[in-house]
């Protein structure tokens, strides 16, 4: 179905409550990324997602919810190492998978046993959970495989006439998604690392890293992780190692060799040693909040200026950097350089 998509500002509330209400769906703002939200208990609504965004259907969402109590009527029970993290990051970007109950669909869930639950951090969407009275079923707002959304054009750029409303809220605060972690084993498995650090998780309870590597008969332990992701059009190619700004400079000579318009994206004290390029800057060294803020603002902007290459330094996995490192890998897929 064509929409006329239409931006709404958060005076107009009201109109993405009542179209959320009839099933549709509406891209909001949360503390990570925009999400698409759709009532979760209807399986109509939220086959609506995976439609607009062209999202494999195994691919499980996240349900957001705007207090715990919402949250734990949608799971069958939760041990109590959850309740501290709970206690501890939520509101906030952290998702907890726990044993689902039957009210939640399978569209929701991929036909998981499990569901996913979060309470994002962000005005807005919590007064948009608690108006429609719902809890929403919602991915990151883009195209599937495409960059997260961090702002309402980024949405605009992607499902604008594949869906009816996107709420603005301005940029998001962090940039990159919520960590997820399967509660239904202790220690409990990392899934994917986001907004709350690996550090900050083991200080409270026993975490063990799920491997992204897997062999080709076993399922993932999250469907998420065979699919490609984050990826503008231009290659995306990550370097790491000892010396980066050497590999880089080789590949910059080479590119250029064969006609191709090349972007650098590393931090900002490196901009003088990549003259005459695209520079995307990651922001003062070191300051990972800053980078993690801006990772798919600027592969975006690498189409933009239809960059063919998007050459990037990688960081340390220290702290936020391991949430950012998973998605410039996962973006870069089999092109990782290592110097
Ligand atoms: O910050 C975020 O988490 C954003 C905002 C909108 O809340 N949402 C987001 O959703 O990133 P999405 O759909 O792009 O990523 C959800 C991830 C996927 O990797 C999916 O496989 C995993 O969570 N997931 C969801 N339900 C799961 C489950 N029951 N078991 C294992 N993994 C699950
Ligand atoms: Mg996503």
Same mark, same amino acid.
């Given at each position: 179905?064509?929409?006329?998509?239409?931006?709404?500002?958060?005076?107009?509330?009201? /109109? #993405? +409550?009542?179209?959320?209400?009839?099933?549709?769906?509406?891209?909001?703002?949360?503390? &990570?990324?925009?999400? *698409?939200? %759709?009532?979760?208990?209807?399986?109509?609504?939220?086959?609506?997602?995976?439609?607009?965004?062209?999202?494999?259907?195994?691919?499980?969402?996240?349900?957001?919810?705007?207090?715990?109590?919402?949250?734990?009527?949608?799971?069958?029970?939760?041990?109590?190492?959850?309740?501290?993290?709970?206690?501890?990051?939520?509101?906030?970007?952290?998702?907890?998978?726990?044993?689902?109950?039957?009210?939640?669909?399978?569209?929701?869930?991929?036909?998981?046993?499990? /569901? #996913? +639950?979060?309470?994002?951090?962000?005005?807005?969407?919590?007064?948009?959970?608690?108006? &429609?009275?719902?809890? *929403?079923? %919602?991915?990151?707002?883009?195209?599937?495989?495409?960059?997260?959304?961090?702002?309402?054009?980024?949405?605009?750029?992607?499902?604008?006439?594949?869906?009816?409303?996107?709420?603005?809220?301005?940029?998001?605060?962090?940039?990159?998604?919520?960590?997820?972690?399967?509660?239904?084993?202790?220690?409990?498995?990392?899934?994917?690392p986001g907004g709350v650090t690996l550090e900050e998780l083991r200080e409270l309870v026993a975490i063990e890293v799920a491997p992204d590597q897997y062999g080709p008969t076993e399922p993932p332990p999250s469907p998420g992780m065979k699919y490609k992701h984050y990826s503008p059009a231009a290659q995306v190619v990550l370097v790491v190692g000892k010396d980066?700004?050497?590999?880089?400079?080789?590949?910059?000579?080479?590119?250029?060799?064969?006609?191709?318009?090349?972007?650098?994206?590393?931090?900002?004290?490196?901009?003088?040693?990549?003259?005459?390029?695209?520079?995307?800057?990651?922001?003062?060294?070191?300051?990972?909040?800053?980078?993690?803020?801006?990772?798919?603002?600027?592969?975006?902007?690498?189409?933009?200026?239809?960059?063919?290459?998007?050459?990037?330094?990688?960081?340390?996995?220290?702290?936020?950097?391991?949430?950012?490192?998973?998605?410039?890998?996962?973006?870069?897929?089999?092109?990782?350089?290592?110097?």
């Amino acid at each position: 179905m064509a929409y006329q998509t239409r931006i709404l500002t958060s005076a107009e509330l009201p /109109v #993405a +409550v009542s179209l959320l209400q009839q099933g549709e769906c509406v891209a909001f703002p949360t503390e &990570t990324v925009y999400g *698409l939200g %759709a009532n979760a208990l209807a399986e109509e609504a939220v086959t609506k997602i995976y439609q607009a965004k062209g999202r494999p259907s195994d691919n499980p969402l996240i349900v957001h919810c705007h207090s715990r109590d919402q949250a734990l009527s949608l799971v069958e029970g939760w041990p109590r190492e959850a309740q501290t993290l709970m206690d501890k990051f939520w509101p906030g970007p952290l998702t907890l998978v726990l044993p689902k109950k039957s009210l939640i669909p399978p569209a929701v869930t991929g036909g998981l046993p499990t /569901v #996913a +639950v979060r309470i994002p951090n962000h005005p807005l969407a919590l007064s948009l959970i608690r108006s &429609t009275g719902l809890p *929403l079923a %919602a991915p990151s707002a883009n195209l599937s495989g495409r960059p997260s959304p961090t702002r309402a054009e980024h949405v605009w750029q992607d499902l604008a006439g594949r869906i009816p409303a996107i709420l603005d809220g301005g940029p998001t605060g962090w940039g990159v998604e919520s960590t997820v972690l399967d509660c239904t084993t202790y220690p409990f498995r990392l899934l994917r690392p986001g907004g709350v650090t690996l550090e900050e998780l083991r200080e409270l309870v026993a975490i063990e890293v799920a491997p992204d590597q897997y062999g080709p008969t076993e399922p993932p332990p999250s469907p998420g992780m065979k699919y490609k992701h984050y990826s503008p059009a231009a290659q995306v190619v990550l370097v790491v190692g000892k010396d980066i700004q050497q590999g880089i400079k080789e590949r910059i000579e080479e590119c250029r060799r064969q006609g191709q318009k090349v972007a650098v994206m590393a931090w900002e004290e490196f901009r003088r040693d990549y003259p005459n390029l695209t520079f995307l800057s990651l922001g003062r060294a070191g300051d990972y909040n800053a980078a993690a803020a801006r990772i798919y603002q600027l592969l975006r902007r690498a189409d933009e200026e239809r960059c063919d290459v998007i050459l990037i330094h990688g960081l340390p996995q220290e702290s936020l950097g391991m949430a950012i490192m998973n998605r410039l890998q996962k973006a870069a897929g089999p092109n990782i350089i290592q110097t």
